[in-house]
């Protein structure tokens, strides 16, 4: 039974690497703007636009 | 109808301005299809077609020269080194897609700019560039030659790092619900069927597990709420934060007694949960407006710089670097920045926004000039008298401002009931403490903690962030923009509602013009039209939009003469325009409305006649609030609208004319007596009352373009809406009481188990989040469900 004692350690390190993954996205000013990424993400890179024309 | 402009989607009228087959709506419009086109972003136009910003007048000119001024420049960057700069500006024209793709292909546009990117809440464009190859200077013409013209202000300057208050709360809510998804996996087993034969191990590493997530939550994440409670008591106020505080210490303590003594795990999974909802509800209250600003104060109204003259060579200096005795240079649309006194030009002032004039004033030489005031017409120069700091203007902002954030907290509604309820539940907790220490001693204490735990007023608490937060959500897609929500709760108190005139009830850009006299032919309309298009006085401006004819002819010898009139020839025939004394040589001041005098070849025509237009559905609004409220009029402009008012207001009304912003200060502060007070304005005039009142709002054509600091902001077109605005509070504040009742209604059932002292974590772990969860959605859906049925 004491395997699940090892299971819920390796759960709390999983969880506790997307809470420092959430901190860091935090800190690093994703969530300061939550609309404009929404909209870059559609735009073609300028590149991508000269092939089309090809 | 004419087209679409490909630009700016805009009615292009009947001769539209054909580039490439294309129609545009003005030359501006052409100028920046034509820049874009060139520079391969016409996929600008693809992404939200006719998205681009019509412009008036794109002229630049000297506007930006203070950029190039060191000092400035410092101030202004975020960063600088090696050659490369880091700018944050401020566009408030970003509204689209497009906006965002174009602003962040600005390299595009110019090799020196390494990068741009946008934030679009915020409405910023932070932009990295090369110093040698570019200028900020150049950035901001560059900007303004499509279009995107950037706000530089001085509040800019001075405070940059306010920017991540929200990033806290979100660290804060990320720890609570960490701890909250595993805390709540070790505490199931327990509520399975057979949880109570669960293994000592487990119970054990389960209990330490729980506590030691516990703590950041309580320490951390928890922490404003006991600041704030203690700050209540510090003010002799009990606030729903002191049983919040309460209920997490006694659940945290009871907890901990349990896992360190072997008992079981404990009720840490409910006390995590409550902190993360609670936290959720406080996010949600908190996302406000982040792109208006409603404590603007004189340092956002003024320039960054002015032109000073030093031994007659012009050099742009700080506002702050501005002394007495300086000569400065004001050009024409510039605002004067401190009381000066008139050197040489004919100065015309526009105070509308100052002093609630409508008409501008002029002034000659060596007469005073306050700040604030906006030059139109020719360049002036004038001394400086007194320093920005000690203007008339900046003396009045910066009068006391009465701190009535914090006399309304401790008074609005949330905490009324706290009190209530926190003396109840104190007495309910005691009560069954002393009962069961006389029957069954062993039972005393956990009762006391039961009752203090099921208590925790989580589901009470979120009842206001929710159904206020999504009130001034529906507010806002209405078309009204409020501070925070306790603006909700003070706008629902209100008694009395007193308006300013000019710019509030009356239109800033459209005037009721009539002419008297001769009917004048459509040839003599159009030399009307030549001869006030050469002036840029705002009667001028006003009549040749009156004249709807298209043509115009060529005008000689064109004269203004300040606070006079216009002359001109056309075709050898002497046209005279202005007032009464200047066209016809005789005449009265007394005039009841604005009034221009035509004389046409020698020969007296008549008179326009310019009076204020009202805003659209005044009338129909007056009478409604009318019902429920006692209104005043409140204007610093004199009495020659009375008559009209009394018609609209009523006969009783109070009107009050030729008042100064001081006045209209201690008017409000007067009125305040018999009740709450709504003010409603628009100018820097109005600052000091705005500000004195309950609730001050100001509307806005533009509602990115200053105003002065108040609770709120309506834009100018949907002010027919204020009277259904105020009472939806009413709904706001019905939904909160019976978020209330049903709240309560989740105590009582915990109570019950909770004086029996047979409160299991079991039903703390389903009672809470259930009553929470059903309390926020019973808000918010209700909230919609008559916003749309009453606002939208």
């Keep these: 039974m004491s395997v699940i004692v090892i299971l819920i350690i390796i759960g709390i390190v999983v969880a506790g690497g997307f809470l420092v993954g959430f901190i860091w996205a935090v800190k690093s000013g994703q969530y300061d703007d939550t609309y404009s990424p929404s909209v870059r993400m559609l735009f073609d890179d300028a590149k991508a636009v000269k092939k089309k024309k090809h | 109808m004419?087209?679409?402009?490909?630009?700016?989607?805009?009615?292009?009228?009947?001769h539209p301005i054909i580039w490439d087959e294309q129609p545009f709506c003005?030359?501006?419009?052409?100028?920046?299809?034509?820049?874009?086109?060139?520079?391969?972003?016409?996929?600008?136009?693809?992404?939200q077609p006719m998205s681009g910003i019509r412009v008036d007048s794109s002229e630049t000119g000297t506007k930006y020269a203070y950029l190039d001024n060191e000092e400035i420049l410092e101030k202004l960057l975020d960063f600088s080194d090696g050659g490369i700069s880091k700018i944050e500006l401020f566009i408030p024209t970003i509204h689209c897609a497009s906006c965002i793709w174009l602003l962040e292909n600005l390299n595009s546009l110019?090799?020196?700019?390494?990068?741009?990117?946008?934030?679009?809440?915020?409405?910023?464009?932070?932009?990295?560039?090369?110093?040698?190859?570019?200028?900020?200077?150049?950035?901001?013409?560059?900007?303004?030659?499509?279009?995107?013209?950037?706000?530089?202000?001085?509040?800019?300057?001075?405070?940059?790092?306010?920017?991540?208050?929200?990033?806290?709360?979100?660290?804060?809510?990320?720890?609570?619900?960490?701890?909250?998804?595993?805390?709540?996996?070790?505490?199931?087993?327990?509520y399975l069927p057979g949880g109570d034969q669960l293994e000592a191990l487990f119970i054990g590493v389960f209990g330490w597990l729980s506590f030691g997530l516990a703590l950041p939550v309580v320490f951390y994440s928890a922490q404003d709420y006991y600041l704030s409670a203690i700050k209540g008591l510090r003010h002799k106020q009990v606030n729903i934060d002191l049983p919040i505080t309460l209920g997490i210490f006694t659940l945290f303590v009871q907890s901990s007694y349990d896992i360190i003594s072997g008992n079981g795990i404990g009720y840490m999974d409910s006390l995590v949960g409550l902190v993360f909802f609670l936290l959720i509800g406080k996010f949600y209250q908190g996302k406000t407006y982040q792109a208006l600003s409603f404590e603007r104060d004189y340092k956002s109204y003024f320039p960054v710089a002015v032109t000073q003259l030093i031994d007659g060579k012009e050099a742009s200096i700080p506002l702050s670097r501005l002394k007495e005795d300086d000569v400065i240079r004001i050009r024409?649309?510039?605002?004067?920045?401190?009381?000066?006194?008139?050197?040489?030009?004919?100065?015309?002032?526009?105070?509308?926004?100052?002093?609630?004039?409508?008409?501008?004033?002029?002034?000659?030489?060596?007469?005073?000039?306050?700040?604030?005031?906006r030059q139109i017409g020719s360049t002036i120069e004038c001394t400086v008298i007194k320093a920005v700091e000690q203007s008339y203007l900046t003396q009045l902002w910066n009068q006391d401002r009465t701190d009535k954030d914090l006399a309304y907290s401790l008074n609005n509604l949330m905490n009324k009931v706290s009190e209530y309820f926190t003396a109840i539940i104190i007495g309910i907790a005691l009560t069954s403490a002393i009962y069961w220490s006389f029957s069954d001693s062993s039972k005393a204490i956990y009762a006391f903690t039961s009752v203090l735990i099921i208590a925790c007023p989580c589901a009470l608490a979120l009842t206001v962030p929710f159904t206020f937060g999504a009130t001034m959500r529906m507010f806002g897609r209405a078309g009204f923009y409020i501070k925070n929500t306790s603006i909700?709760?003070?706008?629902?108190?209100?008694?009395?509602?007193?308006?300013?005139?000019?710019?509030?009830?009356?239109?800033?850009?459209?005037?009721?013009?009539?002419?008297h006299g001769q009917e004048l032919t459509t040839k003599e309309l159009i030399m009307v039209k030549s001869l006030v298009s050469h002036s840029s006085h705002p009667l001028s401006q006003i009549i040749k939009d009156y004249i709807s004819e298209e043509s115009v002819y060529e005008v000689e010898?064109?004269?203004?003469?300040?606070?006079?009139?216009?002359?001109?020839?056309?075709?050898?025939?002497?046209?005279?325009?202005g007032s009464q004394v200047f066209v016809s040589g005789k005449g009265n001041s007394e005039a009841k409305h604005a009034q221009v005098y035509v004389n046409i070849g020698g020969e007296l025509k008549g008179y326009f006649s310019i009076e204020n237009k009202y805003r659209e559905g005044l009338s129909g609004i007056i009478q409604k609030l009318q019902k429920r409220f006692k209104l005043f009029l409140i204007s610093g402009d004199n009495e020659s609208e009375r008559?009209?008012?009394?018609?609209?207001?009523?006969?009783?009304?109070?009107?009050?004319?030729?008042?100064?912003?001081?006045?209209?200060?201690?008017?409000?502060?007067n009125l305040k007596a018999d009740g709450q007070v709504l003010m409603i304005g628009d100018g820097l005039n109005d600052a000091g009352a705005l500000m004195e009142s309950d609730v001050g709002l100001t509307i806005a054509d533009d509602i990115y373009s200053f105003s002065p600091a108040c609770d709120g902001i309506i834009e100018s077109s949907k002010f027919n809406k204020l009277h259904g605005f105020i009472r939806f509070t009413e709904t706001a504040l019905k939904v909160v009481k019976f978020s209330f009742v049903i709240s309560f209604m989740y105590n009582v059932v915990g109570l019950y188990f909770a004086v029996q002292g047979t409160l299991s974590p079991l039903i703390a772990a389903i009672l809470m989040p259930i009553s929470s969860v059903s309390v926020v959605a019973i808000a918010t859906f209700s909230i919609s469900f008559f916003a749309r049925r009453k606002l939208l």
């Design chain 2, 2 to 14: 004419g087209l679409p402009c490909i630009h700016c989607g805009e009615d292009c009228g009947k």
């Design chain 2, 26 to 47: 003005c030359h501006g419009c052409k100028t920046v299809f034509q820049i874009l086109n060139e520079k391969k972003l016409d996929k600008y136009y693809k992404i």
């Design chain 2, 110 to 190: 110019h090799a020196g700019i390494v990068q741009s990117y946008v934030n679009f809440p915020k409405k910023k464009v932070s932009i990295t560039y090369k110093d040698e190859e570019i200028s900020l200077r150049q950035i901001a013409e560059l900007l303004s030659s499509i279009h995107y013209i950037p706000e530089i202000t001085l509040d800019q300057m001075d405070k940059k790092d306010e920017k991540y208050a929200d990033r806290d709360l979100l660290l804060k809510i990320g720890v609570a619900g960490f701890s909250f998804m595993n805390v709540m996996l070790y505490n199931f087993p327990e």
């Design chain 2, 332 to 373: 024409n649309q510039e605002l004067i920045p401190a009381d000066a006194k008139l050197l040489s030009g004919s100065a015309n002032i526009d105070y509308s926004f100052v002093t609630g004039e409508s008409i501008p004033v002029a002034k000659n030489k060596g007469e005073l000039i306050f700040a604030g005031g």
């Design chain 2, 488 to 515: 909700i709760e003070k706008l629902h108190a209100i008694k009395s509602i007193v308006f300013d005139k000019t710019g509030t009830i009356t239109m800033t850009r459209e005037a009721k013009v009539s002419f």
């Design chain 2, 557 to 577: 010898q064109f004269q203004e003469i300040a606070s006079m009139g216009i002359t001109g020839l056309i075709d050898g025939i002497k046209l005279m325009a």
């Design chain 2, 643 to 669: 008559e009209n008012l009394k018609g609209l207001f009523g006969e009783n009304a109070q009107l009050l004319f030729n008042q100064s912003p001081t006045d209209k200060r201690d008017f409000i502060k």
